[in-house]
């Protein structure tokens, strides 16, 4: 049930649970071009431009919930880790979970959430030509933390 639920998540900021997908090829966005949250530069062998929905979540199923092991976190965790390996660089997530190994329950969670934000800081300080994303960024953490603080805690 939680890959679903990060799904729904993910579909939402990813590609605004459009049914086209939401195809885009911003200059600014390093991942290149993008289809239900799927970047060319993330997955080169991908037709990014005729990437079905069924395809783009065999993806995600894939590449990143099974392989990342996310499904073996407790929830709210394997939510919020889910959507930060879609984001952010594999061994940048897999140092914060390691950073709140012991952590119980939803506080665990809102800290990965907190390492996330403060991230999304420095890539803007480092590269301000990323503020354009702050917004979103940061919209995107609020929504992510209200979310934890009502999904039902489970293991």
């Given at each position: 049930m939680s890959f679903q639920e990060a799904m729904k998540f993910i579909g939402k900021w990813e590609w605004s649970n459009r049914p086209?997908?939401?195809?885009n090829n911003r200059p600014q966005d390093?991942?290149?071009?993008?289809?239900?949250?799927?970047?060319?530069?993330?997955?080169?062998?991908v037709d990014?431009?005729?990437?079905?929905?069924?395809?783009?979540w065999d993806i995600y199923k894939k590449e990143y919930w099974d392989f990342y092991k996310c499904g073996e976190l407790p929830t709210p965790l394997d939510?919020?880790?889910?959507?930060?390996y879609v984001q952010h660089s594999?061994?940048?997530?897999?140092?914060w979970l390691n950073?709140?190994?012991g952590v119980e329950g939803k506080k665990a969670a809102k800290l990965v959430i907190e390492k996330r934000r403060a991230y999304y800081?420095?890539?803007i300080q480092k590269t301000p030509s990323q503020k354009i994303f702050e917004r979103g960024w940061?919209?995107?953490?609020?929504?992510?933390?209200?979310l934890i603080d009502i999904v039902e805690l489970r293991r």
């Open positions: 086209d997908g939401g195809y390093a991942g290149g071009p993008t289809k239900f949250g799927i970047a060319q530069r993330s997955h080169p062998s990014v431009r005729n990437l079905t929905l069924q395809k783009a939510i919020v880790a889910m959507d930060a594999p061994r940048r997530v897999q140092q950073e709140v190994k800081n420095f890539l940061m919209n995107r953490m609020s929504d992510l933390s209200k």
